[in-house]
């Protein structure tokens, strides 16, 4: 079984300050692990994916997130927040195996940013 | 290229009656999932489709079913509809073999 458990439901920033949101996962398999966006009102927009490759991996929006296997952490963070960050963030798990495309979300962390 | 697309956008419906909501992938995407979103909540997968066929399903009642069409698009279904069924649906698609899934935009259903 696989879960995603985010810390901190709601997360303020001031603008230009690092964005640091945390994500630990637990699965049986070696994960495929994402961070997803959602705007108001709006789908799901992929950040990023870690899939097996580099553990530091790089995302749109300047964005980048390290894969910990140590830690079982997958922390979403961007070194100076824009006011257009302001959104909720949803980390999530997959299986690595193939054929396999059941994402197990996390409750979502909402991102404040302060001018 | 068009990205996933979803319809209606909206819809309100009565408790009891049935819903059909309907999903394009993305083009050159051949598998599609399901997922509810109610209001605070992350996502939660409903299932998924490949070659018409129900190839995995998460825990939803048989309340909720679906097809896939040979051009890959794909209907969900709600019977019986409860007030608990409001929320947010997304869909997805991802291609065989690869491991990027991209969501829709949503319908968003109102039980009343």
């Known amino acids: 079984a696989q879960s995603v458990t985010q810390l901190g439901s709601h997360v303020s920033v001031s603008e230009g300050a690092l964005v640091l949101l945390r994500c630990n996962y637990s699965?049986?398999?070696?994960?495929?692990l994402f961070w997803y966006v959602q705007y108001p009102n709006q789908g799901l927009q992929l950040l990023l994916k870690?899939?097996?490759?580099?553990?530091l991996v790089k995302g749109i929006n300047g964005f980048e997130a390290e894969f910990k296997k140590s830690e079982t952490s997958f922390h979403l963070t961007k070194p100076s927040a824009h006011m257009s960050d302001a959104a909720e963030y949803f980390c999530?798990?997959?299986?690595?195996?193939?054929?396999?495309?059941?994402?197990?979300f996390g409750k979502g962390t909402k991102l404040s940013v302060i001018p | 290229d068009a990205g996933v697309t979803q319809s209606p956008t909206h819809l309100i419906k009565t408790r009891g009656q049935q819903v059909t909501l309907r999903c394009s992938p993305k083009?050159?995407?051949?598998?599609v999932s399901w997922y509810q979103q109610a209001l605070g909540q992350g996502p939660q997968f409903i299932f998924q489709?490949?070659?018409?066929?129900?190839?995995q399903r998460g825990n939803f009642p048989d309340r909720f079913s679906g097809h896939q069409f040979p051009n890959y698009s794909s209907e969900l279904n709600v019977n019986a509809l409860l007030l608990g069924d409001s929320a947010l649906y997304l869909c997805?698609?991802?291609?065989?073999?690869?491991?990027?899934?991209?969501f829709g935009e949503g319908s968003w259903l109102t039980v009343v």
């Open positions: 997805a698609s991802t291609k065989q073999g690869a491991n990027t899934i991209y």
């Open positions: 699965s049986s398999v070696p994960p495929y």
């Open positions: 870690y899939t097996s490759a580099a553990t």
């Open positions: 999530a798990v997959s299986h690595s195996g193939a054929g396999s495309y059941q994402l197990t």
């Open positions: 083009s050159g995407h051949d598998t």
């Open positions: 489709y490949y070659e018409e066929e129900e190839r």
